[in-house]
């Protein structure tokens, strides 16, 4: 499968934004999903995910401010942010896996990546 992220851009703090993944292929109903965020100088982090079943799961850093959504007819995934702060600055990456398990990590296909920059 594909992975194609946009939406990213300049946002003041406290502000809010909608990320999009379209994803290419068949059966992307059977793929688990998630964002992660590299910000200046650090290492990539998980954001969120959703499982197959619905399940989802957020970083502490997010929780309560993100909400992870899919939508399989559309192949597409968002990533709605609310109430962001400039440490939500980073380029932010959509991920999928053709799994069931709920995952932090061992995604197998990624997005280009989409620049979100929050302002103080």
């Known amino acids: 499968v594909q992975l194609q992220a946009s939406g990213g851009g300049l946002v003041q703090a406290g502000g809010s934004l909608t990320l999009s993944c379209v994803a290419s292929?068949?059966?992307?109903?059977?793929?688990?999903v998630a964002w992660f965020r590299q910000a200046p100088g650090k290492e990539r982090e998980f954001v969120a995910a959703?499982?197959?079943?619905?399940?989802?799961d957020y970083a502490d850093s997010v929780e309560g401010r993100f909400t992870i959504s899919k939508d399989n007819v559309k192949n597409t995934m968002y990533l709605q942010m609310n109430n962001l702060k400039p440490e939500d600055t980073g380029v932010y990456y959509c991920?999928?896996?053709?799994?069931?398990?709920?995952?932090?990590?061992?995604?197998?296909?990624w997005g280009q990546g989409t620049l979100v920059t929050v302002s103080s």
């Open positions: 292929g068949h059966a992307f109903r059977s793929y688990t």
């Open positions: 959703k499982g197959t079943s619905g399940v989802t």
């Open positions: 991920a999928a896996q053709s799994s069931a398990a709920l995952m932090r990590s061992h995604y197998g296909y």
